[in-house]
């Protein structure tokens, strides 16, 4: 009886779980400024994950360039070539790949930062708070981008590093906002319950605190995201970023270093600022789009 | 020592005081309470009579800015200045809790179920799916369809709730419940329910029951005796129908008579209140505290405060009982 009662509560947990997903896509796919947001990432993770298959990379050898310098745009080379005579369809594909991985690492990176400080902050309160809410003012008010720069300049050029700077500059408002909802959650009823069952700190944050400020986190998320690339893209256009690897803001860097718009070569230029554009467009827009499902608030009706 | 004659819980001369804004106030302000095992003590009194705060004293469970003074014994642990992992293990496995308005006490993002059997496993050393079997076994001693463990609290009603709330109580098999406000906000027949259950649970488990409210009809059901606070000290305490019948401390009378009584339609019409409202804790009447609202308030009232004293079969604190006795 016990047995069967079990197989037939999982089975009616799975297809409400279903459900419960088909009911938030339905809604997603209901709004048009998130379908459309996630068309463009879908092309643009497409092609990152193709890039190598797309755009290999003996294509970008430095020495044997398939083109002249600076061509425009042919039939040969869909959007002309840089000054090495690459093709910059090719350099724009592979530097989706760092564009984004560095974005999702940073992101991971300044998420995982913001949610540690603001749950101890809230949780714990007292000094603890005092001292990390002090702490993440600091990183609010020191200007952001000098701050970036100047952690990148010292902790020298790598993929990892710059994620590390841009993950280091972008976790205050996280934590601002994961705080303010810990306060409220742990004066909730269920948490004095846990603790009268006797749960330890650490069990409540995991089990009571952290589910209920997961959406929230995840909303946040999306909006990092778009802030690390387009940051990925400033220190790289700065020349802070890996010089080994190609990516949106180095070939706008190199395309400024040339005078591409001086030469006209606007082929060169507006490809990767446009690449920048769309992605952050399609982040903010399945911001929004995630925003309006978990808050029905804001729904129209 | 303590279990051999069967005592569970030893509350001796509790303080307990609030810290705000730099002024101490006591909520509990010498209590002394016994509890054996099997035992139904309810306590009742006004809102802010100092119910809660002893209840949550019990299990350690009280805010930073409150001190506690003397001593909480719940079998051979001291709970006033225990250790937080000493407290931990006490919570549940010793002293459980069946939490006022039980719509808030369940974490709404997780299934009912699981919040179950997160009790179960804190306390004991059991597999996942042994702990689900229990909880299984437990939500259909309280009378609810296993199958529901799977179930978001939104999707229970009310009574459902406080049904689960009670099998989470049962969960480590505590000898000792402490009900808060147990039937606050459910209607006449649901609480009529939650009240027979508790009852019941109480003679299959030799449970103790220790229920908070402010409703006396909850107590007349459940409860073997009584102790009324008010001002953070027991006024009256004594055997549940007798209190409930022939009270004798002024507040409990007034407190039995704002009750309507069934087939007298005088009383329902304009039950008897109380006028004015329970003293600040901080600035405590001289005398007994309750002689500004007493109606039968005289000479030694408002200065000598009186001492809970044995009469009878009762305990009272009243100059007024004192005299009667004498008399």
Not at chain 2, 208 to 234: E, F, K
Request: with cysteine; aromatic share 6%.
């Amino acid at each position: 009886m016990s047995a069967q009662a079990t197989r037939s509560a999982r089975s009616v947990r799975l297809t409400r779980r279903i459900e419960a997903f088909k009911s938030s896509a339905r809604l997603f796919a209901s709004n048009r400024m998130g379908v459309a947001g996630l068309a463009i990432l879908t092309v643009f993770v497409i092609l990152a994950l193709f890039a190598d298959v797309l755009a290999p990379e003996s294509r970008l050898s430095v020495t044997h360039a398939p083109g002249a310098p600076l061509e425009p745009p042919s039939a040969q080379f869909w959007l002309g070539t840089d000054e090495l005579g690459r093709s910059v369809l090719d350099l724009v594909i592979q530097g989706s790949q760092i564009s984004l991985l560095v974005g999702f690492l940073a992101t991971a990176i300044s998420i995982l930062i913001g949610a540690l400080v603001g749950i101890t902050a809230g949780y714990f309160g007292g000094w603890t708070d005092v001292i990390l809410m002090r702490l993440t003012d600091w990183f609010l008010v020191v200007p952001f981008l000098p701050l970036a720069i100047v952690l990148a300049a010292l902790l020298g050029r790598g993929l990892f590093v710059i994620a590390f700077v841009i993950g280091i500059v972008t976790w205050p408002g996280t934590a601002r906002v994961v705080r303010a909802q810990v306060l409220t959650l742990k004066e909730r009823p269920y948490v004095e319950r846990a603790r009268a069952l006797g749960a330890s700190d650490r069990q409540i944050i995991g089990r009571h605190i952290l589910p209920n400020v997961f959406p929230l986190i995840f909303a946040n998320t999306i909006l990092v995201v778009a802030v690390a690339i387009l940051t990925e893209a400033t220190l790289s256009f700065l020349g802070l970023g890996d010089p080994f690897s190609v990516s949106w803001g180095s070939i706008l860097e190199s395309a400024f270093a040339e005078g591409a718009i001086s030469l006209g070569a606007w082929w060169y230029l507006v490809p990767p600022g446009l690449c920048i554009v769309l992605v952050v467009l399609g982040f903010t827009m399945c911001g929004y789009a995630f925003d309006e499902i978990l808050d029905p608030r804001l729904r129209e009706r | 020592m303590n279990e051999a004659n069967g005592t569970l819980l030893e509350i001796e001369n509790l303080r307990v005081l609030y810290e705000v804004r730099g002024v101490r106030a006591p909520a509990v302000d010498g209590v002394d309470l016994t509890l054996r095992a099997g035992d139904a003590l309810g306590l009742a009194g006004e809102s802010g009579c100092g119910k809660s705060t002893l209840a949550l004293a019990c299990l350690g469970l009280l805010p930073r800015n409150a001190t506690v003074e003397g001593s909480i014994r719940f079998l051979d642990t001291e709970v006033v200045g225990a250790k937080p992992g000493r407290l931990r293990a006490l919570r549940w496995a010793g002293i459980s809790m069946v939490f006022q308005g039980a719509m808030n006490a369940f974490n709404p993002v997780r299934r009912v179920g699981d919040q179950v059997v997160e009790a179960i496993l804190l306390h004991e050393g059991v597999s996942r799916s042994e702990a689900r079997s229990r909880m299984q076994e437990l939500f259909e001693h309280v009378g609810i369809a296993p199958r529901r463990a799977a179930d978001y609290p939104h999707e229970f009603s009310g009574g459902m709730r406080q049904r689960v709330m009670i099998a989470m109580a049962l969960a480590c098999d505590p000898p000792l419940v402490i009900a808060d406000e147990p039937t606050t906000a459910l209607d006449v027949m649901i609480q009529a329910q939650i009240l027979n259950l508790l009852a019941q649970l109480r003679e299959e488990r030799n449970l103790a029951l220790l229920v908070i409210t402010h409703d006396l009809s909850v107590l007349a059901q459940v409860t073997d005796r009584v102790a009324v606070m008010y001002a953070g000290r027991i006024v009256e305490e004594g055997s549940a129908t007798e209190l409930l019948t022939t009270p004798r401390h002024p507040y409990t009378k007034s407190l039995v008579s704002a009750f309507p009584v069934v087939g007298d339609p005088a009383s329902r019409g304009i039950p008897a209140g109380l006028p004015g409202d329970p003293p600040d804790p901080a600035a405590r009447p001289p005398g007994c505290a309750f002689h500004p609202r007493c109606p039968a308030a005289f000479e030694p009232c408002d200065t000598i405060d009186p001492v809970l004293e044995r009469h009878g079969s009762r305990l009272a604190a009243c100059h007024l009982v004192a005299e009667e006795e004498e008399a």
